[in-house]
T-cell receptor, first 113, second 112 residues
Framework: DTAVSQTPKYLVTQMGNDKSIKCEQNLGHDTMYWYKQDSKKFLKIMFS???????INETVPNRFSPKSPDKAHLNLHINSLELGDSAVYFC????????????FGSGTRLTVV | SQQGEEDPQALSIQEGENATMNCSYK?????LQWYRQNSGRGLVHLIL?????REKHSGRLRVTLDTSKKSSSLLITASRAADTASYFCATDDEGSQGNLIFGKGTKLSVKP
């Protein structure tokens, strides 16, 4: 059983399109996150959700919006895609108690052409 | 904002040797964590060390934490080719509500 699963694994799309990446965790964790990893492998947090409430919202463009239908899901919607959005996006989950590490998904490689 | 800075950026060793990676950070932390990322894969949690701990072991891994110097080290003993990966430190800052801030990573290559 995959603990944190993301779909799709690869996404190639044209500039200006709107796309979504889905994430699901079956660990019963309270908090879920989205991270962006750029071409230099630098990881930066984008969002986190705790029990369906946004608790961290870093300075990302408002074209990016997280949506959490329930505690086990945190989807990422991106509107009007730009070339600079090309990156690998990772979903992660955690108990939110600062005791255990994060569990990451395998990533979604987004390429905007 | 970036917190952890790993050193070195890249490390190449022979199988059987030990590998040491260092991490420095800037603020007060709740804990510091180390992750491994194989090429094209997600991150795997290796070890978490709390701010009141100084050393922790897990198998061939040894992590130290010096909060006075705001630094940590990850030692992999008796390295194997399968240890080839990028290693990241990440800090859970005080008041960050669990927001992990990652460093740039150390790319480790273990040659058979």
């Amino acid at each position: 059983d995959t603990a944190v699963s993301q779909t799709p694994k690869y996404l190639v799309t044209q500039m200006g399109n709107d796309k979504s990446i889905k994430c699901e965790q079956n660990l019963g964790h309270d908090t879920m996150y989205w991270y962006k990893q750029d071409s230099k492998k630098f990881l930066k947090i984008m969002f986190s959700y705790n029990n369906k409430e946004l608790i961290i919202n870093e300075t990302v463009p408002n074209r990016f919006s997280p949506k959490s239908p329930d505690k086990a899901h945190l989807n990422l919607h991106i509107n009007s895609l730009e070339l600079g959005d090309s990156a690998v996006y990772f979903c992660a989950s955690n108990t939110g108690q600062g005791v255990y590490g994060y569990t990451f998904g395998s990533g979604t490689r987004l390429t905007v052409v | 904002s970036q917190q952890g800075e790993e050193d070195p950026q890249a490390l190449s060793i022979q199988e059987g040797e030990n590998a040491t990676m260092n991490c420095s950070y800037k603020t007060s932390i709740n804990n510091l964590q180390w992750y491994r990322q194989n090429s094209g894969r997600g991150l795997v949690h290796l070890i978490l060390i709390r701010s009141n701990e100084r050393e922790k072991h897990s198998g061939r891994l040894r992590v130290t934490l010096d909060t006075s110097k705001k630094s940590s080290s990850l030692l992999i003993t008796a390295s194997r080719a399968a240890d080839t990966a990028s290693y990241f430190c990440a800090t859970d800052d005080e008041g960050s509500q669990g927001n992990l801030i990652f460093g740039k990573g150390t790319k480790l290559s273990v040659k058979p």
